[in-house]
């Protein structure tokens, strides 16, 4: 690359969203960390995540059954605000 006067062009790929310094309770760690239960509907859990698109971000939800690891529930929307 040297030799042909290349280099590379770094794109920051995210920005980091997360709060780490706020004062809101963390809520207790019902699942002691154990994420195999193995019994359906015993214990769920949610992620987010953003994808990019050409007309802007949209926001993606998911609920994943951890008996099964089956998702059991999605929302895909432009805003993070939730729907009652």
């Known amino acids: 690359m040297k030799k042909l006067h290349l280099r590379n062009i770094v794109k920051k790929k995210f920005n980091v969203t997360t709060d780490s310094n706020h004062k809101s309770t963390v809520p207790e760690d ?10 359906l509907a015993a214990a769920w ?7 990019k ?6 926001f993606l939800t998911t ?8 998702v059991i529930g999605w929302a895909l929307g432009a805003t993070m605000k939730a729907i009652h």
């Open 30 to 39: 019902k699942l002691d960390r154990d994420l195999k239960p193995g019994t």
């Open 45 to 51: 859990v949610s992620d987010i995540t953003y994808i």
């Open 63 to 70: 609920v994943i059954d951890l008996g099964d690891r089956k």
């Open 53 to 58: 698109t050409k007309q802007g971000w949209l």
